[in-house]
């Protein structure tokens, strides 16, 4: 009897840890949850009005009617919730009107510790816990600089790609830990 209540009760316990692990997982909060297309339901390509609409208030470009200079950018901070992102727009023809153009956000920053991505990789992480959680991805390690031409010895940086080019998270670091986080995109203008 002990041999035959021994099995079954691993299976009972391993069985109840699954289903937990499975109510964790979808109980998890996915308000900040970072991946390749942004934080939460703020992604890269949004335009303005749907940013707007997210966030139910007007986003503060800093320059919105620059028609003289003919600026093609801005950028803007916006507060999702609890945290504070930075985003950058880039100007978009509309092809739905003569001379129509809407904005669309390009690439997001933060340094909020509540964002982090489904392998629990945000602000404080190690270069090491990155590797380790996208070890199926193209990493980039690159050095960074204390100078515009000084090499830093404790600033660096790693891009995780799914490929050569295109959506990317970038986590920028400083004496091995992850201070600020970038989500947008890679393009090679040398090809």
């Known amino acids: ?22 109510r964790i997982e979808k109980n998890e909060n996915t308000d900040y949850l970072v991946t390749l297309e942004g934080i939460g339901p703020v992604k890269t390509e949004m335009t303005q009005q749907e940013l707007e609409k997210l966030l139910n208030n007007k986003v503060p470009l800093t320059n919105p009617t ?22 950058d727009f880039v100007r978009t023809y509309a092809y739905t009107a ?3 153009f809407h ?6 920053t933060t340094n909020s510790e509540l964002c982090k991505t489904i392998g629990g990789v945000g602000i404080g992480s190690s270069k090491q816990k990155i590797i380790d959680a996208f070890d199926d991805y193209l990493l980039f390690l690159e050095p960074g600089y204390d100078t515009d031409t000084l090499l830093s010895k404790t600033l660096y940086s790693v891009k ?20 600020s986080i970038e989500v947008g995109s890679f393009f090679d203008d040398a090809e």
Not at 4 to 18: D, E, G, M, R, T
Not at 66 to 87: C, R
Request: glycine letters at 4%; charged letters at 30%.
């Open 1 to 22: 009897m002990r041999k035959l209540l021994l099995p079954v009760l691993i299976f009972f316990v391993a069985c109840n840890s699954k289903q937990g692990d499975k």
């Open 66 to 87: 620059d028609t003289v200079s003919g600026s093609w950018q801005d950028s803007a901070t916006i507060h999702y919730k609890e945290v504070e992102i930075k985003l």
């Open 98 to 100: 003569k001379d129509s």
């Open 103 to 108: 904005m669309r956000v390009t690439r997001m």
């Open 160 to 179: 995780v790609r799914e490929s050569r080019e295109g959506p990317q998270i970038v986590f920028y670091l400083k004496n091995n830990k992850v201070y």
